[in-house]
């Protein structure tokens, strides 16, 4: 089957916001006749997208599976988002965009629907049920010489940026990978940096709660998700993860050509670690101190009890 019609029915079909659309109109967008339409609906079925027939014509049921195609199409990026898998399931998104190639030397970003063995930092597992959050990894190619911790600011200022894109809620950011709704962890950040070779590949993933957060005896804090944010109209997942990937594009292109200060501004406005007295786990001791500053290049800045920075 043509991938241009497939994909020109699925246009259709998600734009109408799980509206009915005509089968004419659907012949039209295939580019064929009533004879073509009939495969290109069954492709869709087979990429997971679920359809009601009525004589109203036909809907794409809501929420949809994520996409390649409709997170990729129109997209205004220079690299990040570009190129897109999805898949059903993984045993970890991270492990997967390190096992591939990126094409012509871009980024490629990989999503899956549920993970077998998702983790977080420090070896935690990342908990999410299946089809009800948005679980990615960017491959970035090229990116061996930034810092994980200034793209661990750059990718959590990213996704707080994008779900409040998306979903017209103010998320927050708290050092060093979470993203916040109030006191609750809406999501979270992992970056990865294993020898290749000369290089480095590096990888960024991240995962969001949209329509549903793990239960309280499976996380360590409180966590959330945006259909609880949102009164129950939480946007599409597709929607979300296009708006983290175009802030992502351009706050690891700033990262990449030394801009920082701007991302250094946003991400600290969005902190509410600034002048709060913390105690960290830093090279294997514990820290307790006022938090100065957090810096895409520095890190963590803290002012101890004896006065040392």
């Known amino acids: ?51 009601e027939r009525s004589p109203a014509g036909v809907r794409l049921i809501r929420p949809t599976v994520l996409d390649g195609h409709l997170i990729e199409r129109l997209l205004p990026v220079e690299r990040i988002g570009r ?39 420090f070896g935690r597992t990342w908990t999410s049920a299946p089809g009800s959050g948005i679980l990615a990894s960017v491959l970035l190619p090229a990116a ?17 940026e994008g779900i409040e894109d998306a979903a017209g809620v103010a998320a927050r950011v708290a050092w060093p990978n979470d993203v916040v709704l109030g006191v609750a962890k809406v999501a979270g950040v992992l970056v990865e940096v294993r020898p290749a070779g000369p290089a480095r590949r590096v990888v960024v993933g991240f995962g969001i709660n949209v329509l549903a957060s793990p239960p309280p005896g499976d996380v360590d804090r409180p966590a959330t998700n945006l259909v609880a944010a949102c009164d129950g109209t939480a946007p599409e997942r597709i929607d979300v993860c296009r708006a983290v ?11 990449q050509a030394g801009r920082t200060d701007q991302l250094h501004r946003r991400w600290v406005a969005r902190c509410d670690m600034v002048n709060r007295r913390i105690t960290v786990q830093a090279a294997g001791r514990r820290v307790t101190g006022r938090v100065l500053d957090v810096s895409p290049l520095e890190g963590l800045t803290l002012l101890t009890d004896r006065g040392r920075r």
């Open 1 to 51: 089957m043509d991938p241009t019609s497939v994909n020109g029915v699925l246009e259709l079909l998600y734009d109408r916001a799980g509206r009915p659309v005509w089968t004419d109109e659907l012949v039209s967008a295939s580019g064929g006749d009533r004879v073509t339409l009939e495969p290109c609906l069954e492709a869709l079925a087979t990429r997971g997208h679920r359809l």
């Open 245 to 255: 990937l175009v802030r992502l594009d351009r706050w690891v292109a700033d990262l």
């Open 144 to 160: 061996g010489d930034l810092t994980p911790d200034g793209l661990t600011i750059a990718a959590g200022l990213a996704v707080a």
């Open 83 to 121: 190129h897109v898998i999805c898949f059903a399931q993984v045993d970890s998104t991270n492990e997967v965009a390190f096992a591939s190639a990126a094409p012509g030397g871009e980024a490629l970003v990989i999503t899956a629907e549920h993970q077998r063995a998702g983790r977080g930092r």
